[in-house]
C-alpha cells in the first residue's frame, strides 16, 4: 500500500518505531558490548598494577631477609664456632655466637614477622635466636633446608612455605630463606660446607600484608611448589593449588600475565624471579559483569516498554486523535454557510489534518482578540514564575489581606514542603519554623510592623519533614497602604546551612583539641580563671585541678611510633572521661599533658577520682594488635591556696605532678607549703645560678684518670663548681636545675670552652702523651641541640686541638631519651675523633643493647659496683664478668669510686684498664691539677687557660 494512502494512524505508528525503538535497541547492544570490554580490561590493568605493589613489597621484605643473612654469615665467630666438633664448642662461644647474632637482629628490628634463626653445622653445632628456647628439631624438615641452600651455592634459597624446624614453636607453618655457609680449608685451599643459615618467617606477618587492602579481588601467593602461602581463607594456606589453576600457571609464562578467564575468575599474575613466587589475582566474573548487565536487562526492558508505549499510543492516537478529527470535519461542513470570510491557511495532502485546516481557517479572526488578551495574561504569569525559578533563593508572599500565603518552588524545595489540603497560612508559615526559633521570630515580626520600616533581615532555623531542619536567611520586604499600615508582605529564603556549619566547627576547633576532642589550653585557663573569679565571690566553694602526664611516652613514640603514641593518648581521654563526674572539665595542654577541672569538690571526692584516674589509666592497653601497659603521675591543687589566676593553678599543679614523677611512676602528690617553698628555693637558686655564670662563681676541678698497667696519669675527667659568697653548691643539686631550666645549653658551653682552654694549656706545656685525654660529661638535654655536634668540632678548631684529645661522657638516660638523634650525634663525635664514653655503666635502661649498636669507647663502670666489692663477693664477680665481656667486645674499661689499695689492686689483677677515685686522687683545680702533671712530665711552659 501507498505511503500516501495510510492513515495517519499508521504513519504515526511506523514513525514511532523507526525513530524510537531500533536506534534504542541498537545502542543497547553496542553499549553493553563496549562496557564490558572496557570494564574488563580496565579491572584486569588495575589488578595487575595491585600486584605490582604488593610484588615491590615482598621484595624489600625478601631483600632486608637476605641482607640480614647475609650479615649473620659475616661474622667470624659464627664461621668459626661452626669449624669446630658441636663437643670441642665451649658455653661461652656458644653463647657468645648467639650473642652477635642477637645484635646483628637488633638492627633488623623494622622487619616485622621474623619467628627464628637457625644456625646448623655440618659438625652438629646448632645456633637460635628468637622463638621459644624449648626447641625440638625436625630432622627431615632441617636436611630439606640444608639441601636446598646447598642447591643455591652462593645465594639464598627460599624454600617456599614448610613446617617450622622447631617442634615446640607456636608458629607450625613458615617461610624459610636458608644460605649454605662455606670456608677455605686452609690445607687443600678448596671451599668446604660447615654449615647452614635459616631464617624463619611468620606467614600471619605476611598475611596481614595482603588484609590490610580491602580492594575488590582475591589475591593469592603460591610458592614454587605450588601450594599456597597466602589464602584468604587460612585453611587453605600450605595446600596445594587445584588443578584448574595449576592448568593455568603452568601455561602462563612470563614475568607478568593479563586477562585469562578461569571458571568464574578473570586472572592476572605476577612472578617474583628471586623466590619463584607467584602472585595471582582473581576477580570473581559475576562481581566484575554486575554493572554491564544492567545495561543489557535495561536494554531488554526499554526496548519491551518502548514497543508497548508504541502501541498504546498508536491506539490512543486513534481514539483521541483520528476519531474527532472526523467529528470536527463533519460539524464545520454543517456551518459552512453561515461563517464570514477569514484569512486561509495553506493546504496541503489528501489527510484528517488537511481536512481540518480547511474549516479551522473560519475561526481565526474571531477568536484573534481573546487569544491576543490571553496570550498577555500568560506571558507576565510566566515572567513571574521564571523568575522564582531562576533565583537559588525561595520566595514567598503573604496577602495580610486575605491571609494567605504563596511559595515558589525553590522555597519548598529548601524546607522539603509537602502541600497540605487547603491553602498555606501565617499559621503554616511559622508552624515551618524551627520551636526553638519560633517565639523569636514572631516578637522581630511584630516589632517589624510596628517600626515603620520596610525591611528585615532575620536568620533562623526552618523544620524539614525528617525531623532535621536547615538555617536561612530571610530577607522581608513589607508594602504598606497610605496610612501607612502593612498590607502584603514578601520576601526571600538563603540556605546558609553550611556557612553556619564552617562557623560551629570553628568555634569548636578554636577551644578542642583536633587529637582527642578535649578542649585545649585556651578553653581550660578561661574556665579556670571564670572557677576562681566565682571562688572569690563564695569563698567556701572549692574546687581542684588535675594535671596527669603520662610515663615514658616519649618510648613509646620513639620505638612504636607516632600512630600508636595518637591512638594511647585517644584510649587515656576515654579513660579520664569515663572517671570524671558530668560537669568536670577536661581538655589536653599538648603532648601527653592533661588538665581536669573538677568544680564544686571536696579535697577527699577529689582524692577518691584521682586513685580511680591512676588505677584505671595503668590498665594494659591494646594498640594496633600490640598490648601496651603506661602509668600516669598526676599533680593535685585546690583553688582553697588563693590563686590570682589559672597560670599560678596550673604551674603549682604541674609542680606537684613533676614531685610524683620523682617519687616514682604512677603515683599522684598534692601540691602544699612544702612544695610551694621548695619552689620558691629553686627559683632563687636558678637566678643565682644565671648570675653564676656572669660573675665568675663557676670553677672547673679535674679529678685524675690512671692506667692501672702503667701507673701513669692518662687524663682527667672535668667537674664544675659553684662557689658563691655564702657556700658551694653540690652540682647534684644545680646540674638538674639547669636542666630543667635550660640553664643547662649556656652552661654546657661555658664548661666547654674552659676544658679546651686548660686543655690547650696543658697541651702546650707538657710532652703529654697521645692517648692522654680529658673527658667532658654532656646532659641528655643538650642532646636535644642538633647544633649541639658542630659547634664542639668548631670550638676544636678554634682551639687547635686534636679530636683526640677529648672524650665525651654520657650516661644510658641521654642515649635512653632519643635513641636515633643521639646516635647520629655520637656517631659524627666518633668519626671526627673523639672518644665516647658511656657513664655509670650498669645503673641504667639495656646497657649490653647500647654497646652493640652504638660508637662506645670506654665504659665507666658505676661506683656503686666498686664500692659494694667483697672478696670473692657476688659485686666483685659482677665487676671481673663486666669486664671480660669488655675485653671481648675490644671496649675499655674504667672503673669509678676507687677509694682503696685493694680495690686498685684486684681492678689490675683483672685487667681494667684505667680507674679514677679517691685513692687516685681528688678532683682538685686546675692550678692543683697542673702541679700532678709536673710530677709525671717535663714541662716546657706552662700558660694558664683563658678563661
Not at 627431615?140 to 651455592?153: F, K, T
Not at 589475591?219 to 587453605?236: C, S, T
Not at 532535621?468 to 513589607?478: G, I, K, L, T
Not at 602509668?631 to 613533676?658: C, K
Request: hydrophobic residues 40%.
Amino acid at each position: 500500500m501507498p505511503i500516501g494512502r495510510l492513515t495517519i494512524t499508521g504513519k504515526f505508528a511506523i514513525f514511532m518505531v523507526l525513530i524510537g525503538v531500533v536506534p534504542l535497541l541498537t545502542a543497547g547492544i553496542v553499549a553493553y558490548q563496549s562496557a564490558k570490554q572496557a570494564l574488563v580490561e580496565g579491572a584486569l590493568k588495575e589488578q595487575l598494577h595491585i600486584l605490582s605493589g604488593y610484588q615491590d613489597n615482598l621484595v624489600l621484605i625478601q631483600e632486608q631477609i637476605e641482607s640480614l643473612i647475609a650479615n649473620i654469615s659475616g661474622v667470624e665467630a659464627i664461621t668459626n664456632a661452626l669449624r669446630k666438633p658441636r663437643r670441642e664448642v665451649t658455653n661461652y662461644e656458644q653463647l657468645a655466637t648467639e650473642v652477635q647474632v642477637g645484635y646483628i637482629l637488633n638492627g633488623y628490628l623494622n622487619i616485622k614477622g621474623l619467628v627464628s634463626i637457625h644456625v646448623f653445622g655440618e659438625e652438629g653445632a646448632h645456633y637460635q635466636v628468637g622463638d621459644t628456647l624449648d626447641s625440638r628439631l625436625r630432622p627431615v624438615i632441617r636436611d630439606q633446608i640444608r639441601l636446598g641452600a646447598l642447591g643455591a651455592r652462593e645465594w639464598v634459597h627460599w624454600t617456599g612455605i614448610t613446617e617450622n624446624i622447631n617442634e615446640h614453636s607456636t608458629r607450625h607453618h613458615v617461610l624459610v630463606a636458608a644460605k649454605a655457609l662455606f670456608t677455605i680449608d686452609r690445607e687443600s685451599l678448596e671451599r668446604r660446607l660447615i654449615g647452614t643459615l635459616a631464617v624463619n618467617y611468620s606467614i600471619d606477618q605476611l598475611a596481614q600484608l595482603f588484609e590490610k587492602d580491602q580492594r575488590p579481588g582475591r589475591v593469592f601467593l603460591i610458592d614454587q611448589n605450588g601450594r599456597y602461602i597466602y589464602h584468604p581463607r587460612r585453611e587453605w594456606i600450605g595446600r596445594k593449588v587445584d588443578e584448574h589453576l595449576a592448568a593455568y600457571l603452568q601455561g602462563a609464562g612470563g614475568h607478568e600475565g593479563l586477562g585469562a578467564e578461569m571458571g568464574d575468575l578473570y586472572l592476572t599474575h605476577r612472578h617474583i624471579e628471586r623466590s619463584g613466587w607467584i602472585l595471582v589475582s582473581g576477580i570473581p566474573a559475576e562481581a566484575l559483569l554486575s554493572g554491564v548487565r544492567v545495561i543489557r536487562n535495561a536494554t531488554i526492558g526499554i526496548f519491551t516498554l518502548a514497543l508497548i508505549f508504541v502501541v498504546l499510543v498508536a491506539l490512543y492516537f486513534s481514539r483521541s486523535v483520528v476519531s474527532p478529527i472526523r467529528y470536527v470535519t463533519q460539524s464545520f461542513k454543517r456551518l459552512k454557510a453561515g461563517a464570514s470570510d477569514v484569512a486561509r491557511l495553506r493546504v496541503t495532502g489528501q489527510d484528517e489534518i488537511s481536512h481540518l485546516a480547511q474549516w479551522f481557517n473560519q475561526f481565526l479572526d474571531e477568536l484573534q482578540r481573546r487569544r491576543a488578551s490571553e496570550s498577555a495574561l500568560r506571558l507576565s504569569e510566566e515572567r513571574y514564575e521564571l523568575a522564582a525559578k531562576a533565583t537559588n533563593e525561595g520566595i514567598w508572599d503573604f496577602n495580610r489581606e486575605q491571609h494567605s500565603f504563596y511559595f515558589s518552588p525553590r522555597f519548598r524545595e529548601i524546607i522539603g514542603y509537602r502541600p497540605q489540603k487547603g491553602p498555606p497560612s501565617l499559621g503554616t508559615f511559622y508552624r515551618m519554623i524551627y520551636p526553638e526559633d519560633r517565639p523569636l521570630m514572631k516578637r522581630r515580626f511584630r516589632e517589624f510592623l510596628r517600626s515603620g520600616r520596610n525591611f528585615i533581615n532575620i536568620e533562623h532555623r526552618m523544620n524539614r519533614p525528617d525531623g532535621s531542619f536547615v538555617y536561612v536567611s530571610n530577607n522581608c520586604q513589607a508594602i504598606r497602604d497610605d496610612s501607612g499600615r502593612v498590607v502584603r508582605m514578601a520576601g526571600s529564603i538563603q540556605d546558609i546551612t553550611l556557612q553556619k556549619e564552617i562557623e560551629n566547627r570553628l568555634r569548636h576547633d578554636a577551644s578542642h583539641d583536633p587529637l582527642t576532642g578535649l578542649y585545649n589550653r585556651n578553653w581550660m585557663i578561661k574556665r579556670i580563671n571564670r572557677e576562681l573569679e566565682e571562688t572569690r565571690q563564695v569563698p567556701e566553694r572549692l574546687f581542684a585541678v588535675l594535671f596527669l602526664d603520662l610515663d615514658d611516652f616519649k618510648q613509646l613514640n620513639d620505638t612504636l611510633g607516632h600512630s600508636y603514641g595518637d591512638l594511647l593518648l585517644i584510649e587515656v581521654a576515654r579513660r579520664i572521661e569515663a572517671q570524671v563526674r558530668p560537669g568536670d572539665a577536661i581538655a589536653r595542654l599538648g603532648g601527653d599533658e592533661f588538665i581536669m577541672l573538677l568544680p564544686d569538690i571536696k579535697s577527699g571526692d577529689a582524692l577518691h577520682v584521682v586513685r580511680r584516674l591512676v588505677e584505671c589509666i595503668a590498665e594494659p592497653y591494646t594498640l594496633y594488635h600490640h598490648e601496651y601497659a603506661t602509668h600516669g603521675s598526676i599533680g593535685v591543687a585546690f583553688s582553697s591556696t588563693g590563686y590570682a589566676n589559672a597560670e599560678e593553678l596550673l604551674r603549682d599543679a604541674d609542680t606537684a605532678m613533676y614531685r610524683a614523677k620523682t617519687l616514682g611512676k604512677g603515683r599522684y602528690e598534692i601540691f602544699d607549703n612544702e612544695m610551694r617553698q621548695r619552689l620558691l628555693r629553686s627559683t632563687t637558686m636558678e637566678r643565682g645560678l644565671s648570675k653564676a655564670l656572669d660573675a665568675e662563681e663557676l670553677e672547673m676541678h679535674y679529678q685524675p684518670i690512671r692506667s692501672l698497667s702503667s701507673g701513669h696519669t692518662v687524663g682527667f675527667e672535668a667537674l664544675v663548681r659553684w662557689n658563691d659568697s655564702q657556700h658551694m653548691t653540690s652540682p647534684a643539686v644545680f646540674i638538674p636545675l639547669a636542666e630543667e631550666s635550660n640553664l643547662i645549653h649556656p652552661l654546657g658551653h661555658w664548661i666547654f670552652r674552659q676544658v679546651l682552654a686548660q686543655l690547650k694549656a696543658w697541651d702546650d706545656a707538657f710532652d703529654l702523651p697521645q692517648d692522654f685525654k680529658v673527658a667532658v660529661n654532656v646532659s641528655p638535654r643538650q642532646f636535644a641541640d642538633r647544633a649541639l655536634v658542630e659547634w664542639m668540632l668548631l670550638q676544636l678548631g678554634e682551639y687547635a686541638l686534636p679530636a683526640s684529645r677529648l672524650a665525651i661522657e654520657l650516661t644510658e638516660t641521654a642515649i635512653f631519651q632519643d635513641r636515633i638523634a643521639v646516635l647520629s650525634a655520637l656517631t659524627r663525635l666518633r668519626d671526627s675523633g673523639i672518644s665516647i664514653h658511656l657513664d655509670d655503666f650498669g645503673t641504667g635502661y639495656s646497657s649490653l643493647s647500647y654497646l652493640g649498636s652504638f660508637p662506645i669507647s670506654a665504659i665507666k663502670i658505676d661506683r656503686s659496683f666498686i664500692s659494694a666489692m667483697r672478696p670473692g663477693g657476688r659485686h666483685e664477680r659482677m665487676v671481673g664478668s663486666l669486664i671480660t665481656m669488655a675485653r671481648e667486645l675490644d671496649i675499655l674499661v674504667i672503673a669509678e669510686g676507687v677509694e682503696q689499695a685493694r680495690q686498685f689492686e684486684y681492678l689490675r689483677r683483672k685487667g681494667c684498664d684505667f680507674a679514677q677515685g679517691f685513692h687516685i686522687g681528688r678532683p682538685e683545680p686546675a692550678v692543683r691539677a697542673t702541679g700532678l702533671l709536673l710530677g709525671e712530665f717535663d714541662a716546657d711552659r706552662l700558660i694558664g687557660p683563658e678563661m
